[in-house]
Structures are given as C-alpha cells and as structure tokens.
C-alpha cells in the first residue's frame, strides 16, 4: 500500500512502545517492574476532579473557543505572572490537546520546509519526529555528562547557520532532570541575540524540582529574549494530569494566531471539561505538587544513590522532573548465551527479559551509552528492579 511520505520518515514513540511490550508481558502473567513510565504515579488532586464533575453536571459539555477558554487564558496569564514575573496579553497564550500538541502545532505554523532546528541532546523522544513532520531539518547536539548534558555557548554558536530558526531547550530535562541555571541560560541567550532565531523553552516540569532550587525561564532574561521565545507548559507532570491532555503556551502573538489556525482546522478545541478542571489546577491550592514532590525526592535519592552502587555505573544527581540517565556503557560488548550486547537497546532488552524489568534505551533520546529510569513508581517496586537488574548484571561476562 502506498503510504505518505511524511509517515515513512518517522517512527512511533519508542517510550510508548517499550510500554507496550512490557504490557503485554504482563497480560501473560509476567511480572515486569516498569522503570519505564513517563507519567505521575498519583492520582488527579480530588479538588480538580470534582471541578470536571461539576463541568458535566453543568452542561459544559460543547464546543469551546478554538484555542481555549477566556476563563482558562486568564488563568494561564495569571500564572506566568504569579510564577513567572512574565506578562502575557490574552491574545499571546493559547491552549491545546497537551504540551505535544502545543509543539506540533508551533512548528506546523513556525516552520518551513529545509528550516533547521537545534536539540541539544539527550532530548525528549518526540522533538526531532514534530520537526520531521514540519519538513524542517533536526539538527541534534551532544553535550557532555559531565556537564550535567546542559548545553554550552560554545557548542549552540558552532551549530548555528543561517538556515537555524529555532533552538528546542528543556529545563529540568526528560531525560536527565538537569535544570539550567539562570547564569546558564544567560549565556546562552547572549549568543542567540546575535543570530535570528527563536526558542521554544518546554517548562513542563517547572514544579518538579528538587532541594529548593529555583526554576528560571530563559524568557525571563530580557524583554527581547521573551520576545522570541515560546514558552511550553501543562498541567500534565504538575498535577498528575496525563489523561486530561491540556497543555498551553505562550509567545509572539502573530504565530499564536498561525498556531489558532492550525488547530481550528485540525483538533478544534481541547475538551471542554479538561479546560475547566484546568482552570481549577492552576488558580486553586497548589499543596499538592509538595506532596508529590516530596515522595519522588525520596525515591531519587534511594535510586541514584543504589545505581552509582553498581559495578561501572554512573548516574548524576537529576535536579528535577522524575527521572534519572545513568551511564551503562560500561555493560556494552560484554555476552550473553553467545550474544553481544552492542548498546543501550540490546541492554535494555536483556534486562527486560532476564530480569523483567522495563526500562527505555537511551538511544531513543540520542545517546547510546546511557538507560532512562523513571521513578514514577514505588520505593518498595525500585527496590525489588534493582535489585533484579543487579542479578541480571552480574551474569553478563
Ligand atoms: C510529558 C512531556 C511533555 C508533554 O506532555 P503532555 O501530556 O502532552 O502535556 C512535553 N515535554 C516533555 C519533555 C515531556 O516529558
């Protein structure tokens, strides 16, 4: 059959499909511990839940205005002033079927075809696949571990050409957690001034950051860095929110409005309950993401501090988000029944089966020597995988 082009060049997620494996092992009666989920293990706060009750027993259960309700852009203006210090007109922020969404329809209405787009890596799964799909051009760049993976100035000007319109940057990080500074995002905002090109800042693991640690948004440098960055953010990770898909963003007006169109021709609005429980997440009691928060700083020191225990490994400290990318390189060319692990995928295939345990390769975010484990999950469910993948380990000659 012949298929588009377009679906020719990109893959399905290789997160979800390494969920879906360890699903369906589990349907077979397999227990398999999952290190691999990139989603909140805790239920939606009781108080947003009833809002959307309220929403269904209200009636509100039509079309809503393409790009979000007024009640729910005033909400999100209001947030990026309370937490931000960042002023938005209700005209400059938008709201879509999810952080995803947001960036899918950006670089539908900001790219064109031959554009290049720099992602520092490792990166989130799905960037280098949204900017494909634009028919723009990926243009990935390594950084260093021990660098905590942040992007130099250095490295950002040498991948500079006049074909680059936009710069992907995302703090704290999926995969590593590591959160950029405000030192560090001035120096990078330093050399973007001197070129013409944008920057999406995805921010949705703003709230969950560790050790008290500030969260600065490169937007927040000067009124011309906030002029030519758009900011990407959701309910999604805060408020253990996965399900309900509502993500915003705010920026330049005039791609706002191309980012309206797209979706007015393709989703429509974002589900009218989600929108109103939404509005509740942002403007009411916040508590709990410091609950949440503090149950995955737990769960991130016991992790990090048992994978630096193992024989090779190395992990840094993530400062935010839910998980943690240590380096297992040390575990390639080594055997098993005959056959060589050669890399991240092989490795976590191997430990999928030996151990059953679910973890992601780092390959799928652009660097081979490194596994992502998410601590969404347990204490007691990280005890028992590790201790697995240690057994397992120790059988590799
Ligand atoms: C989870 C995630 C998103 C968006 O999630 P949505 O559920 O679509 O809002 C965006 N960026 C990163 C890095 C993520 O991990």
Redesign the pocket.
């Known amino acids: 059959m012949i298929m588009s082009e377009r679906i020719s060049n990109i893959k399905p997620s290789p997160t979800l499909a390494m969920n879906a494996k360890a699903l369906s092992m589990r349907a077979a009666g397999i227990d398999v511990i999952s290190f691999g989920v ?1 989603e909140p293990d805790f239920d939606t706060p009781r108080h947003i839940r009833e809002a959307a009750v309220q929403a269904i027993e209200e009636g509100f259960t039509r079309y809503t205005a393409v790009g979000g309700i007024p009640e729910l852009k005033d909400a999100i203006v209001e947030k990026f002033r309370r937490d931000n210090n960042l002023n938005y007109e209700s005209d400059e922020v938008m709201v879509s079927c ?4 947001v960036l899918y329809n950006l670089a539908q209405a900001f790219l064109n075809p031959g554009d290049e787009v720099i992602i520092p890596a490792p990166y ?1 799964v799905s960037y280098p696949p949204i900017v494909t799909l634009a028919g723009a051009n990926p243009v990935v760049v390594g950084t260093e571990e021990e660098g905590d993976f942040k992007l130099s100035p250095e490295s950002l000007e040498a991948a500079i050409t006049p074909g680059t319109r936009l710069l992907v940057l ?1 703090s704290p990080s ?1 995969p590593t957690g590591s959160v950029y500074t405000e030192s560090e995002l001035r120096a990078l905002s330093e050399v973007i001034s001197k070129h013409d090109i944008w920057v999406v800042s ?1 921010e ?1 693991y703003e709230k969950l950051i560790f050790d008290d640690r500030p969260f600065y948004s490169i937007a927040q440098v000067s009124e011309e860095a906030k002029s030519k960055t758009f900011i990407v953010n ?1 309910v ?2 805060t408020y253990a929110m ?1 399900g309900w ?1 509502i ?1 915003y963003v705010a920026g330049p007006r005039e791609i706002i409005a191309g980012m309206n169109k797209i979706q007015s021709q393709s989703t429509s609005n974002p589900n009218s309950i989600a929108q109103k429980a939404a509005v509740v997440a942002l403007n009411g009691p916040q508590d709990s993401i410091r609950t949440m928060l503090e149950a995955f700083d737990e769960r991130r020191q016991y992790l990090v501090q048992r994978l630096n225990a193992i024989k090779g490994v190395h992990c840094n400290m993530p400062g935010g988000a839910f998980y943690a990318f240590p380096n297992f390189s040390h575990y390639f060319n080594t055997e098993t029944e005959g056959e060589t692990i050669k890399g991240s995928v092989d490795l976590c295939e191997y430990l999928l089966t030996e151990a059953r345990v679910a973890l992601v390769p780092g390959m799928a975010f652009g660097d081979d020597d490194f596994i992502r484990f998410s601590y969404a999950t347990g204490l007691e469910t990280i005890k028992e995988g590790l201790d697995r993948i240690e057994n397992a380990l120790e059988k590799l000659v």
């Open positions: 990139g999810g952080g995803k969404h989130w995302n999926n995805d949705i959701g999604s990770k996965t898909r993500g």
